[in-house]
């Protein structure tokens, strides 16, 4: 069983058109003067200043009436057809702690899905926990020579880790602890109770504790499934490739499928052990097969590390060979790794450590902010802020990319990270509770032709092309680095923008502005999984 979870443009058509089915783009967003107002090059001064009124209502009415669907009712995305979508995703591996590297395939594949349902599409979430294999045979028999009944109800992840080292220390050394791990796996593919019963309760302790952690991300699935569940349909899938003509057996007994066509044996997929268990391989061709029996899904979409680029790659090779056309629609979506991710006591990383940490240095970061001592709740929010400059930090550069963590960085107030990002939304939301915000219809739309106002609705109508990049290669940083100009700009006007003391309709007008950018900042957070504070 191995570890699953961690290891175009828009197109020129589209560029013309309109942002939620409102302002076309040369509304704002033609031709600028140095001032950075748009200016229309055949009309006059009383003319523009007419014509940008009309389309800054325009763009704010049209962030107000969509809400959370903004920029996806653009003519972008016109057309585009309802698909059933599979996303597998997370899938840590049944008795071992949440380990931090599986962060990455939670967090991706959260986002993934939170797209393609903001697309329409009908989506399934799928957790594929690693249950089966192996490494269950030396669990079994690491716990019948070291394991303790009462540790293990305790704290059961802890101590079924533990073990796990234990036990693979004493294989290491000795061949008759490995022979009695591969007779345990043996008696567990066939079906003993008393094998099957030790399983069943490590699965059980292990998908609990699984459940809490996936509670304080934020996340959920629509199934949770496993490798056990495909322990009897992989023979199904040995007999269909025998059948075909695809299973070869080696000199060892053991079983493969030659990928080659010319008996490469370095281009060849093992799907049996020689004493007769399967292989993750044969496990994942079976949940494929089901998979689509069940759902007849368009689309099935698997988040891991880069590591099993050469897994997949062979799995939907054989789907192909064994004549499913629907392999074609399964995709791997790969990611590198995080490096230098440790706690401040340097200890291995599971995940859980990792929120702990981020929410206890989130909340030493509070403590200096006037208003952190009437927060209500000030660990949920530093909970919450933290795991945002987690999300953003991970988000910002491309997905197969391998990158260094670093605390300090990540935690900046200022800059390109999450913790800003928040920050901005909290503010605005605190000016909406101080100032009342009339009817749109009412405002006067001219009071915002200064610069940064209009900087600011040029941006807010270039949402449309960034979730429609983000939907063509499924990359989170096209949205993390509109966000995160979209903040640093309305900083700026921030400064100068003033509604305090201001002629009541410049201050509706502005109070306007800032509402539609903290909706469209809320929208796309929500988006890559991160939920917005309104207070910190």
């Known amino acids: 069983m191995a570890f699953r979870g961690i290891g175009g443009g828009p197109s020129r058509k589209g560029r013309g058109g309109t942002s939620g089915g409102g302002v076309g783009r040369g509304g704002l967003a033609g031709p600028v003067s140095r001032s950075g107002v748009a200016i229309h090059p055949s009309c006059g001064a ?6 940008r009124s009309i389309a800054s209502q325009t763009v704010l009415q049209q962030v107000f009436e969509d809400g959370g669907k903004y920029g996806l009712k653009s003519e972008l995305f016109s057309g585009l057809p309802q698909k059933k979508v599979l996303v597998e995703f997370s899938s840590p591996n049944v008795a071992k702690k949440f380990h931090v590297g599986h962060l990455r395939s939670t967090i991706i594949g959260n986002f993934i899905a939170n797209l393609k349902e903001a697309l329409g599409h009908q989506v399934t979430r799928i957790n594929y926990f690693g249950d089966w294999g ?15 009944e009462e540790k293990l109800q305790s704290n059961p992840l802890q101590h079924l880790f533990e073990v796990y080292v234990q036990v693979n220390k004493e294989a290491a050394d000795d061949e008759n602890v490995e022979k009695s791990a591969r007779e345990f796996f043996h008696r567990l593919e066939a079906g003993d109770k008393q094998a099957l019963s030790l399983w069943q309760k490590f699965r059980d302790l292990s998908i609990k504790e699984y459940v809490q952690i996936y509670k304080r991300l934020g996340v959920h699935f629509d199934e949770y499934s496993g490798e056990s569940f495909y322990r009897e349909k992989y023979r199904e899938v040995l007999r269909l490739l025998d059948k075909k003509g695809l299973l070869q057996r080696t000199k060892k ?20 052990r020689s004493d007769g268990t399967s292989l993750y391989a044969t496990r994942d061709l079976a949940a494929a097969i089901d998979r689509m029996n069940k759902y007849n899904f368009d689309s099935m979409i698997y988040v891991t590390d880069k590591g099993q680029q050469n897994h997949f790659h062979q799995v939907f090779q054989i789907l192909r060979l064994m004549g499913y056309e629907w392999a074609e629609r399964c995709q791997h979506v790969p990611f590198g790794v995080v490096q230098g991710m440790k706690t401040r006591r340097g200890e291995v990383t599971f995940l859980e450590d990792v929120i702990n940490e981020t929410r206890s240095r989130m909340l030493e970061n509070m403590a200096f902010s006037k208003t952190t001592k009437d927060l209500e709740n000030p660990h949920e929010i530093a909970e919450r802020v933290g795991l945002a400059a987690l999300i953003i930090q991970d988000f910002k550069g491309y997905l197969l990319s391998d990158y260094k963590f670093n605390w300090d960085r990540v935690f900046q107030s200022r800059g390109d990270t999450g913790v800003f990002l928040q920050y901005t939304h909290a503010r605005l939301s605190s000016l909406e509770e101080t100032f009342e915000c009339g009817h749109l219809g009412n405002i006067n739309a001219a009071c915002l032709q200064d610069p940064q106002s209009v900087s600011i609705l040029q941006h807010l109508l270039r949402y449309d092309e960034v979730l429609y990049k983000s939907s063509q290669d499924l990359q989170p940083r096209h949205i993390v680095s509109y966000l995160l100009t979209l903040s640093h700009l309305t900083a700026v006007a921030h400064k100068t923008l003033y509604i305090k003391g201001r002629l009541p309709e410049v201050a509706e007008a502005r109070l306007h502005l800032f509402r539609a950018v903290r909706s469209v900042l809320a929208n796309g957070m929500k988006l890559l999984g991160i939920t917005p504070v309104s207070r910190m």
């Open 46 to 51: 009383m003319a523009c200043a007419f014509r």
């Open 134 to 148: 192996m490494q269950f045979g030396l669990l079994g028999t690491g716990f019948q020579l070291f394991g303790y």
């Open 253 to 272: 007994g053991t079983a493969i499928v030659d990928l080659s066509g010319k008996g490469d044996p370095s281009l060849s997929c093992t799907v049996m």
